[in-house]
């Protein structure tokens, strides 16, 4: 059984960082590509960055790259979204997802997603 379960959201002050992490069971991280999204509230859900499996190319919604990093630690089965200078606008529920052909922003593209972490950055 497929288990991605995401940790590390809380709040923030602007300017601040957090790393979010994805833990993956059931699901060989080593030859999967996986993907970060985000839904703040009333909006659609957002691509923010994914990485493929091989070999480990990443790719990142445009307005977000420079802040955020993709990573991956196979040995610990966990993919993490380093986040940094933290804005108000990146207030939201923050989703891993896997299964993807490819690395890919678009969520369609992903069968299975963790249940979400909350990220809250005050002003």
């Known amino acids: 059984q497929v288990q991605l379960v995401e940790s590390g959201g809380g709040l923030v002050q602007a300017g601040g960082s957090l790393r979010l992490s994805c833990a993956a069971s059931g699901f060989p991280l080593e030859s999967e590509n996986v993907g970060w999204f985000r839904q703040a509230p009333g909006k659609e859900r957002e691509g923010v960055a994914c990485?493929?499996?091989?070999?480990?190319?990443?790719d990142y919604a445009a307005h977000l790259k420079g802040r955020f990093t993709i990573s991956k630690d196979l040995s610990k089965k966990t993919v993490y979204l380093q986040m940094n200078d933290l804005k108000p606008e990146d207030t939201a529920v923050y989703y891993c997802?896997?299964?993807?052909?490819?690395?890919?922003?678009?969520?369609?593209?992903?069968?299975?997603w963790g249940q979400g972490t909350q990220v809250t950055v005050s002003s």
């Open positions: 990485i493929s499996y091989w070999p480990g190319l990443e």
């Open positions: 997802a896997g299964g993807a052909l490819q690395c890919d922003l678009r969520g369609h593209a992903y069968q299975y």
